[in-house]
């Protein structure tokens, strides 16, 4: 079995920079503070209780990497305030800065999304998070993505921790599998961390308890100029983005994307200056419109 690196919460940037890039991942300690942990779980509850196991829609492949037994929901901003605090926690923005911000003018979110294991779910396919990609996941490729697993409760083994294979983001044969001895387990406390490369090995863990649900927030970044996740703008409308800070509209897709390029972009202008309100009135900006 295979270990991973736990640094405390006053690691630098630079410690945490300098083991994700040589084994792939690395958990920090209450990353974040348990007020925000508390809140936030208070403010998805529901959302938690309720949401449906398991995809609805989706071919085979996604059915499966969704997991049977595993509620996925995002629209994060949306649901919860304190979400913002979670988007803007320095040391992931500090590693996405460092690691995407050479390949892009900015980043965005890739995905803020709640991972629930349930009780009986199996493990998940052995995968690099920047597979989405295609052919930018491959030995050559520049990191395209960073994400946090962040647990909200306790990762276990028995409860599906995440599970990381250190060095892989370097192997030279991406279509290797892990052996067992390879595979190391993110067991974790409530506000720590995994924060690891797009281009690690790892799987969610199979459950294997009968009531413990494993509560895990996964956020992302991927550069700017490649399409995320999750539909932001439309996951997280104006009406809960307008009270948020301009770095986090950024973020959520509703600021046009470039310096060296353009994108993004309504009227080939930027977002916030061609639509006077963003609220969805949309209408009145039509050329020829009576408004
Ligand atoms: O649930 C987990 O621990 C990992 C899930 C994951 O890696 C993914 O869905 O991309
Ligand atoms: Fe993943």
């Known amino acids: ?12 940037r630079e410690e945490v920079l300098e083991v994700v890039a040589r084994d792939g991942g690395v958990i920090v300690r209450d990353l974040l503070r348990q007020d925000t942990v508390n809140q936030f779980k208070s403010d998805i509850e529901v959302a938690a209780r309720d949401h449906p ?13 969704w997991g049977g037994s595993t509620k996925r929901f995002t629209r994060l901003g949306w649901r919860s305030r304190t979400f913002e605090d979670i988007l803007l926690a320095p040391m992931l923005i ?9 390949s892009c003018d900015d980043y965005w979110l890739n995905t803020g999304q709640m991972m629930i294991i349930g009780p009986g779910e199996s493990e998940q396919m052995w995968h690099r998070d920047a597979g989405n990609w295609m052919m930018l996941c491959t030995p050559t490729s520049p990191e395209v993505t960073i994400s946090c ?17 250190p060095g892989s983001h370097l192997w030279d044969d991406y279509t290797q599998a892990p052996t067992a001895d390879q595979v190391a387990i993110a067991e974790m406390n409530a506000g720590d961390g995994l924060i690891y490369s797009g281009r690690v090995i790892h799987n969610g863990g199979a459950n294997t308890t009968t009531s413990d649900w494993r509560l895990g927030l996964h956020v992302s970044f991927v550069l700017g100029w490649l399409t995320p996740e999750e539909a932001l703008p439309l996951a997280t409308p104006w009406s809960a983005a307008s009270a948020m800070s301009e ?3 950024r973020l959520l897709g509703w600021k046009s994307y ?21 609220s969805g009135a949309q209408g009145d900006n039509r050329l020829g419109s009576s408004a």
């Open 1 to 12: 079995m295979a270990e991973l690196i736990v640094l405390p919460a006053n690691a630098s």
């Open 149 to 165: 697993m962040y647990a909200l409760g306790d990762f276990t083994a028995a409860n599906g921790a995440t599970r990381v294979v």
């Open 247 to 249: 770095r986090a509209q």
């Open 53 to 65: 196991t398991g995809a609805t829609t989706g071919n085979e492949r996604t059915v499966e990497f």
């Open 94 to 102: 500090g590693m996405a800065d460092e690691v995407l911000l050479p």
């Open 258 to 278: 470039g310096e060296r390029s353009r994108l993004w972009t309504v009227d080939y202008e930027e977002i916030s200056v061609a639509l006077k309100d963003p």
